[in-house]
């Protein structure tokens, strides 16, 4: 049985507060510390009917000038946090951004793109459009090349990578058909970094879940409904390319998605099986695909406080990623 659209709203505030003490104890008691955010940015929503705006956070290497003057240019690294939907935010995923950076010298800009309940599907995905045009239009300003434009995600910011990648790719189709778009504010994606993504949204948890026999659970099935119903309201069609993008249809995985790509999936994870199917479709079209899937973890486990101790795992994987991107860039 669906949630009232209140008791939604108390259960994902509640939920979210418990996550932000989380967050807190993953990057400040966990090994090694992120680099602060550099400077943020908050830009309009200029992508579908909903209005409003949403908070960019920028993570640059110690190079950085942020001056138009300045003749050095950055790529850039667009991510998308995870949470399911409903919670979350652009700073989770500081570690990552300080991996990249490190390894990369690009520039990483996280967005706080809009929650379910209060902004269902899809506008977080269209935050996400409209973080993108935002940062091409601005590219001179904040000393970016466009055309080394990467997204990243993880989980729900994942699935926003591909769904994302296609909005992006109508958006500008309908903006070029009139006569809106200045070319030379245009970027080019060149990668997709996404870990443990949701790619399939016409299978149930409890098939998703039988789909792996070492699946394990983190957290309550209460929640799964809770990121569900706040999501997906109304109901959308599961199998649209924007919830689905496993199930995109081939044109549309060809023209939208960048020939360069990683995926990292978790061995005990429901979204395991989709993920790896994707990946060799992905391949199956003539895409290089990098990233593996990481034995012995659950899904999100990048995320867990590791209490002063460090995570190979973790480290390792976005190692790995990081040194993918940097050599799509070059």
Known sequence: MEMSRLTLHIKAFLFRLAQTIGRYCDLYLSLPLPQRVSFTRRTPSTVGDIPGSS???????????HSSSS?????????FHGGGYTIGSAADDARWATEVVKRTGGVVVSVEYRLAPSYPFPTGIEDCVSA???????????NLDIERTAFSGFSAGGNFCYTAAFRLHEELKRLRNGGKVNEEEVG???????????????KTRAERQASNPNFTPIINPVFGTLFDDAYLHPRPDMSSPLLSPGLAPDELLRDALPKDLVIIT????????EGEAFRERLRGLGKRVDGSMVHGVVHGWDKWPSWWRGSRERDEAYKSAAESLREFWS
């Open 188 to 202: 080019k994606l060149v990668s997709i970094v996404s870990f443990y993504p949701a790619v399939d949204w016409t």
């Open 132 to 142: 993108t045009l935002y940062l091409w239009k601005h590219a001179q300003e904040l």
């Open 55 to 65: 908070n960019l956070l920028f993570y640059t290497p110690p190079s950085y000038l």
């Open 71 to 79: 003749c050095k240019k950055y790529p850039l690294l667009i991510n």
């Open 266 to 273: 978790c061995w005990g994870d429901s979204l395991l099986v």
